[in-house]
Nanobody, 117 residues
Framework: HVLLVESGGGLVQAGGSLRLSCAAS????????MGWYRQAPGKERESIVYINKGGSTYPVDSVKGRFTISRDNAKNMVYLQMNSLKPEDTAVYYC???????????WGQGTQVTVSS
């Protein structure tokens, strides 16, 4: 199994920046892709960006050019640098990891990001 713990959420004004971190532990050798999802109030959880083990990244259009995912395989960390934040980015952000060993997804507990206008 894989345990994920996010940190770095908070309150920021529109146009500001935040950096989220996700620490992975457990069977980290099994992790292939890692990514970030978010869930706004009253909406479904959505994938916003993921990164494969080789470092290729796949952001959705709504965050392209503003959010950057990065990964430190040696430290078992994944980061989300969020710039030019907008009120519509307000959501709970979740870290996700896909295990090739169990063929399962693992989730962090989530971290709240609130962007004020």
């Amino acid at each position: 199994h894989v345990l994920l713990v996010e940190s770095g959420g908070g309150l920021v004004q529109a146009g500001g920046s935040l950096r989220l971190s996700c620490a992975a532990s457990g069977e980290t050798i099994c992790i292939s892709a890692m990514g970030w999802y978010r869930q706004a109030p009253g909406k479904e959880r959505e994938s916003i960006v993921y990164i494969n083990k080789g470092g290729s990244t796949y952001p959705v259009d709504s965050v392209k050019g503003r959010f950057t995912i990065s990964r430190d395989n040696a430290k078992n960390m994944v980061y989300l640098q969020m710039n030019s934040l907008k009120p519509e980015d307000t959501a709970v952000y979740y870290c996700n990891a896909l295990s090739d060993c169990t063929n399962s997804d693992y989730w962090g507990q989530g971290t709240q990001v609130t962007v004020s206008s």
